[in-house]
């Protein structure tokens, strides 16, 4: 039997927020000084203040065990990143208790404390200090840290002047170089490109794999099914699924679907909504050639997208964008801008738009939903955004040939392009001297 | 891989015998200074004061010359307004001298009141994203400004050699009173930095505060000018036994008393304790309100 890493009991954590274009959240001495006699009389006559009370975790337990490795799913604004800062003492809990057995390392974003005035020696100390690492430590390690990062040329050379790349790699080489028993990761793997990703996900499962226990937060699905074996699901700071990583991630998906888009939908959660409102989606599916609603397809499967929406306030012209983001770096991986109309719309106007995307080749897994509807003419204003509020598109294999399988830590690449051998070199002095009927036929691979 | 405990394990396995290593919960109420804790993260202590030393003279072209300017032009001033046109007695030292070591000691005080008040504003970033004891933050200014201070001092022996004023025995207490500056800029930067996160009201007003301090102490005059009668009284300002204690041991005399330093003291612990105690109330709330 496995020792307890961490035990959860009731855990809740609330935040006074403004009531809607209320007063900011810090508030001057002047601002309370006036206040106060107000305040006061009205807490005399138990009246509703102005702040109110929004529970980001509410109740949450759990347990962990040595060793385990967790991932913590959930949407925007679900609690994942207010449980970690819990649990990294950052901030405190409104309610319940906690406890962990071990020492702790908390990475809540690559980089921290990085000073770009400070050569990349003196920030390797102070980020290394700051993550909770004695000095000797730091320079036992430094060796290999600068080793990891590969910046052994600039080490004395101020990180302002680093590429992002060189700095990303030096910031998540002090990280990984920390060595405590339980590891609390949050969206760390939401920056860099795909092959910083995979550096990152492989060293996670190094650690993983040495025994530690591992707690990642993400809504990085892919990620947290390549990486945990567990995986609890937050919404509205209560737990709601926990158990193995599959059932959780299917009680996920199922809510994801569950979820339809309206107007309103995640228009209070600016991350994944965004826009003016002018124009909004009332409705969303993502459909095979038949009209049946699906998430998921094989590669080559033709995609079809109904999107419906109402116009508010009138514009000039009206076009739809539907992107397809990675699952792993999030990075746009493709996207189709179509053009609907470029007459002024009056509002009040409500289309539905079929977008069909034939022969879907891109690599199987998960790829997120990035979708817009703005005015004809190319602006920088936002009318209304859907990133990742619906469920993902999800590709699958359904093949043999390893190429066609997930596996983060092999560059096989997003898009499977049609390519074909057209010539051929003789391989052998045998081959050379083979009649020309025997040769192998040029033949088009997918 | 492990099996998932999906389902809850109820019993506490390991026993009484194994203890968190850290229990979290909502603390209310006051709670005393955690200083084993402290203790465990004094290299990032001294690691933030030396990256406030890099960073404060980095691409600078005269660099830490900054450090001899600053109080050398304000003594020179002082030495022309006060000591030749409003001819302010200086204790029977040459004026100069005089105020320069007041504003050596002076100027460490201010330093830190004004680099510690700051700190957690500056530092807010490290603050939402990691835990280490918040009280290395202002701390790490109080030892930062040791850096400026020991240039300061090596700058007033010259002067000092250049007028030929020769240190007395009591040279020896001199670290004495420079550890009451500290405790008393560490006391009252406590407190200013704590509260400067939930009011940036103390952004604006620290300049101000610190100018009218500086002339409610006797850095550019003597205590001599004070009434006797109110000295006691005059020093219930924590900087006076500062600047008058720096200049009693390195110039060998000044207006100082031993009541007059214990008034200060006991006032300097009275503040630190508070600002302590205060600060470790308030941090709590940092990561959400900085």
Same mark, same amino acid.
């Given at each position: 039997m496995t020792d307890v890493a961490i035990n959860v009991e009731g855990i809740a954590k609330s935040y006074r927020i403004a009531r809607a274009?209320?007063?900011?959240?810090y508030r001057t001495l002047q601002e309370e000084v006036i206040a106060l006699p107000k305040n006061l009389w009205k807490r005399a006559l138990s009246r509703a203040d102005t702040m109110e009370t929004f529970w980001a975790l509410d109740d949450v337990s759990f347990e962990v065990r040595t060793g385990e490795v967790v991932g913590i799913i959930g949407r925007n604004g679900a609690g994942k990143s207010t449980l970690l800062k819990l649990l990294s003492r950052i901030t405190q809990p409104t309610r319940g208790r906690a406890e962990i057995y071990g020492r702790i390392g908390a990475?809540?974003?690559?980089?921290?404390?990085?000073?770009?005035?400070?050569t990349g020696r003196e920030n390797i100390f102070l980020s290394g200090a700051i993550l909770g690492m004695r000095k000797t430590e730091i320079a036992r390690q430094f060796d290999a840290i600068v080793s990891f990062a590969e910046v052994e040329q600039f080490?004395?050379?101020?990180?302002?002047?680093?590429?992002s790349g060189m700095y990303t790699r030096l910031a998540f080489a002090v990280a990984a170089h920390l060595e405590p028993e339980i590891l609390l990761v949050d969206?760390?793997?939401?920056?860099?490109d795909a092959s910083f990703q995979k550096k990152c996900l492989g060293k996670m499962e190094d650690v993983a794999g040495e025994g530690r226990t591992v707690f990642f937060v993400s809504h990085n699905t892919q990620a947290v099914r390549q990486l945990c074996s567990r995986g609890i699901l937050l919404e509205h700071g209560r737990v709601v699924a926990d158990g193995p990583v599959d059932g959780t991630m299917a009680v996920y998906n199922q809510r994801l679907r569950d979820m339809r888009v309206d107007?309103?939908?995640?228009?209070?959660n600016p991350e994944n909504r965004r826009g003016?409102?002018?124009?909004?989606?009332?409705g969303v599916s993502v459909e095979d050639m038949e009209g049946n609603e699906r998430y998921s397809f094989e590669m080559g499967d033709s995609v079809r997208f109904r999107l419906a929406m109402t116009v508010n306030t009138p514009m000039r012209g009206l076009a739809v964008v539907v992107a397809l983001r990675s699952g792993?770096?999030?990075?746009?991986v493709t996207s189709a801008r179509h053009v609907i109309t470029t007459d002024a719309v009056p509002a009040g106007v409500s289309t539905t738009v079929v977008v069909d995307f034939p022969d879907?080749?891109?690599?199987?897994g998960e790829y997120p939903l990035y979708l817009q509807a703005t005015e004809a003419i190319q602006s920088a204003?936002?009318?209304?955004v859907l990133d990742d509020l619906t469920p993902p598109l999800v590709i699958t294999g359904?093949?043999?040939?390893?190429?066609?399988n997930f596996d983060?830590?092999?560059?096989?690449?997003l898009f499977s392009l049609p390519s074909r051998i057209t010539a051929e070199q003789p391989a052998s002095p045998e081959a050379a001297e083979a009649?020309?009927?025997n040769r192998m036929r040029p033949h088009i691979m997918r | 891989m492990t099996a998932p405990a999906a389902t809850a394990h109820r019993d506490r396995p390991g026993g009484a015998t194994r203890r968190p290593t850290v229990v979290i919960e909502p603390a209310s109420g006051w709670s005393a200074l955690n200083l084993r804790e402290l203790w465990t993260y004094r290299d990032l202590l001294f690691i933030l004061a030396g990256r406030d030393i890099k960073l404060r003279?980095?691409?600078?072209?005269?660099g830490i010359t900054w450090v001899v300017l600053q109080p050398l032009v304000a003594a020179m001033i002082f030495t022309i307004?006060?000591?030749?046109?409003?001819?302010? +007695?200086?204790?029977?030292?040459p004026y100069i001298v005089f105020v320069f070591s007041g504003i050596v000691a002076w100027n460490y005080f201010a330093a830190v009141l004004q680099r510690a008040g700051n700190s957690l504003i500056t530092d807010s970033k490290l603050i939402t994203k990691v835990y280490f004891p918040r009280l290395a933050i202002p701390l790490a200014s109080t030892f930062s400004a040791m850096i400026d201070l020991a240039v300061s001092l090596s700058v007033l022996g010259v002067i000092m050699l250049v007028y030929r004023v020769v240190p007395t025995?009591?040279?020896?207490t001199l670290p004495l009173f420079i550890g009451l500056a500290a405790v008393t800029a560490t006391g009252v930067s406590l407190w200013l930095s704590a509260l400067n996160v939930r009011y940036r009201d103390f952004a604006h007003a620290m300049p101000f505060i610190i100018q009218v301090w500086m002339f409610a102490?006797?850095?550019?005059?003597?205590?001599?000018?004070? +009434?006797e009668r109110w000295r006691l009284i005059y020093s219930l300002n924590p900087a006076v036994a500062i600047v008058e204690g720096v200049r009693w041991s390195v110039l060998?005399?000044?207006?100082?008393?031993l009541p007059m330093v214990l008034i200060s003291a006991a006032l300097a612990l009275v503040v630190f304790t508070g600002g302590a105690f205060f600060f470790r109330r308030v941090e709590r709330g940092f990561a959400d309100s900085v």
């Open positions: 274009l209320g007063r900011q959240p990475l809540l974003e690559v980089g921290t404390g990085f000073h770009p005035e400070l080490i004395d050379t101020p990180i302002k002047r680093y590429s969206e760390v793997l939401a920056v860099g107007a309103e939908t995640g228009v209070n003016s409102g002018a124009v909004r989606f009332t792993l770096s999030r990075e746009m879907v080749y891109i690599r199987p204003t936002n009318y209304d359904g093949s043999s040939r390893p190429h066609d983060p830590a092999q560059p096989y690449g009649p020309a009927g | 003279y980095k691409q600078t072209g005269l307004m006060f000591g030749r046109f409003a001819k302010l +007695p200086s204790d029977g030292h025995w009591r040279l020896v102490s006797p850095v550019a005059y003597a205590t001599t000018l004070v +009434p060998g005399s000044s207006a100082i008393t």
